[in-house]
């Protein structure tokens, strides 16, 4: 099982590209990263960028963490992305995905991903704009996935998200969405599945469950993020937290199950900003050891203790 | 009793300007708003920004609503700002308050404001450190309100933020603030308090109150955040709601005898994005009706009903 986090919780705390990759190696003994835009924003100045990827770079190299892909984080989630409704609004979201590549090859990562984007309520509720915003989000991935392979890049990364204005949000659509590109594409387009998005009742029923998905997608998998959740709500939590529901030990099985064993998951919590960083790094400690034990199985916990 | 609503609710659902223009007037019967960065992020090209900033102006003209401020939104506020340890982010935050100027201006707003950034863990701790991003971010400030002049705006909205690796976090620490900053600014500078930042009680302790910030800054304060919160996190939930505890209606009598009934207070709630559409609808509207009976006091309930 390859088990790795998402820096979701070095942002705005400890952001300095040596003082995270020291806490991920030393403090949760991990050396898998999936790297987050929101510690080095796409749309920075390029000579900006260029000097803090380098030194993201040089932190990870130095430390022997590989990072394996760049990912869109809460900022650039904060927009309407390639469904944006405006032509203009695509445009600027064209031009960050762009950025973003830029941005992933200069840290060392193989693919760049994150969530497509969303309709506003007036478009999602038109079947024809609706139609029309699919057919030119194809286009625009299609043409993504050339100027990421001239980057440099491996895979584009789709994070499929709870919610029916966005693309992809169900098992079927996203199935419908990697057949309509096939044969368009320069480099592999893969989904990332999120175990809270994926699992969130209020829109996909109480029956939701991991095993419709993982069967449904198989190899079009390319990585997973974990988060404890109520299913109730998108809720990043991390464990122990006396509210979330989600076990990690039955969705290993799952996975073992579906013969996805390969396929990388990352641990994505989200704290608020205000929580006091000593909490923070306790709760995200706690939550590697508990991930580490059931799901990657690969300690017991005397021995993480 | 001035009160307008942040344009938070709109985010990634009624993003058309035309959209909102007309739920803000018709279905919530204001008439005053603070727009926020996160409909249109600085960073998007030029051209992109110029275009759409026209059609928010023009929304807002033909739907008779005035645009009082601009405002910083979730996107932003995710990364360090203007105290980032590396000066490559904070020379990237520079650049960011200046495209936020501009887009201030063309979408008719006479001032621009938002948190103005947070240190790293590791900043934080230093003294020394600490001490050099004060200064460096007094310099910041003076400079960025030579910018917004020339831009032309009135004002700069500075918010206060319950954190303390965030400037400015305290009364205290607010006045010496601008004190600091006497003489050195091009435009006003004015403080944007958060009735939920200003009463988190894990970081200001249980006897935290309204009257201690009103009486602490006084003219100071040129706006204010309404939010619904239980003092235990930066909840920004609407009314009803069981789990919140902030009475409106207590805070208006504070702020009448604090005689700052002029200046103007926006609703700002933030809701998951996952949330089904017309969950938020209704609860805008209901929590815009409850501020207007009981913090405005300009209709009967039978009125707003």
């Known amino acids: 099982m390859k088990f790795g986090i998402n820096l979701s919780f070095t942002v705005k705390r400890w952001v300095e590209a040596p003082v995270w990759a020291r806490i991920v190696r030393e403090t949760l003994g991990l050396d898998l990263v999936q ?3 929101d510690l080095l924003d796409p749309w920075w100045p390029d000579a900006v960028r260029r000097s803090m990827a380098a030194e993201v770079r040089k932190a990870a190299s130095d430390w022997g963490i590989q990072i394996e892909s760049a990912f869109s984080g ?3 989630y904060c927009f309407d992305g390639l469904l944006h409704p405006d032509i203009n609004g695509r445009h600027a979201s064209l031009e960050w995905w762009k ?3 830029d941005v992933a090859v200069e840290v060392g990562a193989k693919a760049s991903g994150g969530p497509l984007g969303g309709m506003s309520v ?3 509720s038109d079947p024809q704009r609706r139609e029309r915003r699919y057919h030119d989000l194809l286009d ?4 993504l996935t ?5 980057a440099g890049l491996e895979r584009l990364q789709v994070e499929c998200t709870p919610l029916a204005r966005e693309i992809p949000y ?5 199935r419908k969405f990697l057949k309509d590109l096939e044969g368009r594409c320069a480099v592999s387009v893969k989904l990332l599945i999120d175990v809270g998005h994926a699992l969130y009742q209020p829109l996909y029923g109480p029956k939701a469950n991991m095993p419709e998905w993982l069967n449904g997608l198989g190899r079009s998998i390319g990585a997973f993020h974990l988060q404890n959740t109520d299913f109730q709500s998108d809720s990043h939590w991390g464990w122990p937290d006396k509210r979330g529901l989600f076990d990690v030990a039955a969705f290993a099985r799952d996975v073992r199950a579906a013969d996805l064993e390969d396929v990388p998951a990352f641990l994505e919590i989200i704290y608020p900003f205000e929580l006091a960083d000593e909490t923070v790094l306790a709760s995200i400690t706690s939550s590697v050891m508990h991930c580490r034990q059931h ?3 690969e300690l017991e916990k005397k021995q993480i203790a």
Chains 1, 2 share one sequence.
């Open 99 to 101: 950025r973003a590549f």
């Open 74 to 76: 809460l900022a650039n």
């Open 122 to 124: 007036a478009d999602a």
């Open 146 to 150: 050339q100027v990421a392979k001239a």
């Open 140 to 143: 625009a991935v299609e043409g």
């Open 170 to 174: 169900t098992v079927e659509q996203s």
């Open 295 to 297: 799901y990657a199985g």
């Open 35 to 37: 790297f987050t835009y």
